[in-house]
T-cell receptor
Framework: DTAVSQTPKYLVTQMGNDKSIKCEQN?????MYWYKQDSKKFLKIMFS???????INETVPNRFSPKSPDKAHLNLHINSLELGDSAVYFC??????????????????FGSGTRLTVV | AQKVTQAQTEISVVEKEDVTLDCVYE???????LFWYKQPPSGELVFLIR??????QNEISGRYSWNFQKSTSSFNFTITASQVVDSAVYFC??????????????FGKGTKLSVKP
């Protein structure tokens, strides 16, 4: 019944490894995101994807790549992990709706986060 | 450019005190949405409220209330009669309209609230 689920919840790995974090949403939303929360709790967008368009935050290293097998999944693949990649990664989804004075946009639903530790 | 500023890094209060968390935002869009999220020590992000830029009405939900003022680009959050369970990091966030749809969430740096018994 979980709306946005991420696996694994915890991931400990060595430098240089390649790893993936999976994200699935069962809300029928058309847009999915990955956010990174650093050690200072700062949350920053990494990617947004809605089947038509992948938008990459230009500050994200190209070692990070989102992969979307279908509309309900947006996995995060990380190559050659570095110590600085240690963070909590949150997946989120939203339903893109037209904005207008008399319409309400839906909120964003977040997964529970994946704590990645690179040693 | 969009920006959300939460000037208070940490706030500590004693239980039953009222506390206000400040949020100031910057955007060039006339259509946008404002949010507050709570992140308790367990780490998940809990949605509290969203507010459309066209709706400046204040909102009250139990002990929580929000004051949205476009004139000062602020969206402040007040907890009345705080409780220990309110201890968390609180994030204010902004999303802009993008091509007719929602854009990404831009978060403030968060305010850590500690409520002591």
């Amino acid at each position: 019944d979980t709306a946005v689920s991420q696996t694994p919840k915890y991931l400990v790995t060595q430098m240089g490894n390649d790893k993936s974090i999976k994200c699935e949403q069962n809300l029928g939303h058309d847009t999915m995101y990955w956010y990174k929360q650093d050690s200072k709790k700062f949350l920053k967008i990494m990617f947004s994807y809605n089947n038509k368009e992948l938008i990459i935050n230009e500050t994200v290293p190209n070692r990070f790549s989102p992969k979307s097998p279908d509309k309900a999944h947006l996995n995060l693949h990380i190559n050659s992990l570095e110590l600085g990649d240690s963070a909590v990664y949150f997946c989120a989804s939203s339903q893109g709706v037209s904005w207008g004075r008399h319409r309400s946009a839906y909120g964003y639903t977040f997964g529970s986060g994946t704590r990645l530790t690179v040693v | 450019a969009q920006k959300v500023t939460q000037a208070q890094t940490e706030i500590s209060v004693v239980e039953k005190e009222d506390v206000t968390l400040d949020c100031v935002y910057e955007t060039r869009d006339t259509t946008y949405y404002l949010f507050w999220y709570k992140q308790p020590p367990s780490g998940e992000l809990v949605f509290l409220i969203r507010r459309n830029s066209f709706d400046e009405q204040n909102e009250i939900s139990g002990r929580y209330s929000w004051n949205f003022q476009k004139s000062t680009s602020s969206f402040n959050f007040t907890i009345t009669a705080s409780q220990v369970v309110d201890s968390a990091v609180y994030f204010c966030a902004l999303s802009e309209a993008k091509g007719g749809s929602q854009g990404n969430l831009i978060f403030g740096k968060g305010t850590k609230l500690s409520v002591k018994p």
